[in-house]
């Protein structure tokens, strides 16, 4: 079966320090990947999808960037946090049928 | 512009009673709908799905609804259990390829269901 595992499980930055939140599946090859963020008394927005190695689309303009160095790994960075980055991250994994599969979550609180 | 919307943000629903939780979109281009649930600080967790060309879904005590000439459509929970207690989210799709393709999963921003005893 296919899990997902992402790292930090919380955190919490200074204004202008990077980031780096790190996400790993298994149980599958070639999977599209998503970065999604729960911003407070907001939906899920999504941040960056992915569906190969090096091969990364933004949904939305912003202070992040995202990259895929190997198959199964997705990588969500900031050089310099803003206080607005503050949320709750989740990686996600796209399975058949439209549907896809949660992480546990990053919260990252900016300070 | 909010395509996907989920016009309750909470809802308090008596053990054993039915929940309906609603949701209404505005792209005639989604054509995949989904339900997630949420506990606070954990990932969501995938409920039940319905794609257009059905009008209801059903998985043991959820059923889906979809309306899609009022592109509308409703989860319902029979019977309600104090572990549905969580924040409900709809969702919609239009892309193609696993996980909607390019453009992901269109969310609303959620409903907090809350089961009494």
């Known amino acids: 079966s296919q899990t997902i595992h992402q790292w930090p499980a919380t955190l919490v930055q200074p204004v202008g320090s990077p980031l780096s939140l790190e996400c790993t599946v298994e149980?599958?090859?070639?999977?599209?990947l998503y970065w999604y963020r729960q911003a407070a008394g907001r939906g899920l927005q999504l941040l960056f999808y992915?569906?190969?190695?090096?091969?990364i689309s933004s949904e939305v303009p912003q202070n992040l960037s995202a990259s895929r160095p190997q198959d199964r790994q997705f990588i969500l960075s900031s050089k310099k946090l803003l206080l607005s980055d503050s949320g709750f991250y989740l990686c996600?994994?796209?399975?058949?049928?439209?549907?896809?599969?949660f992480g546990e979550g990053s919260w990252l609180t900016v300070v | 512009d909010q395509q996907v919307k989920q016009n309750s943000p909470s809802l308090s629903v008596q053990e054993g009673r039915i929940s309906i939780l609603n949701c209404d979109y505005t792209?005639?281009?989604?054509?995949?709908f989904l339900w997630y649930k949420k506990y606070p600080a954990e990932g969501p967790t995938f409920l039940i799905s319905?794609?257009?060309?059905?009008d209801k879904n059903e998985d043991g005590r959820f059923t889906v609804f979809l309306n899609k000439s009022a592109k509308h459509l409703s989860l319902h929970i029979v019977p309600s259990q104090p572990g549905d207690s969580a924040v409900y989210f709809c969702?919609?799709?239009?892309?193609?390829?696993?996980?909607?393709?390019?453009?992901?999963?269109?969310f609303g921003k959620g409903t907090h269901l809350i089961i009494q005893p």
């Open positions: 996600a994994l796209g399975v058949f049928g439209n549907t896809i599969y």
């Open positions: 149980g599958t090859s070639n999977p599209n």
């Open positions: 992915s569906i190969g190695i090096g091969q």
């Open positions: 792209n005639s281009m989604f054509d995949y």
């Open positions: 319905i794609s257009s060309i059905k």
């Open positions: 969702a919609a799709s239009g892309g193609l390829g696993p996980g909607g393709g390019a453009d992901g999963l269109t």
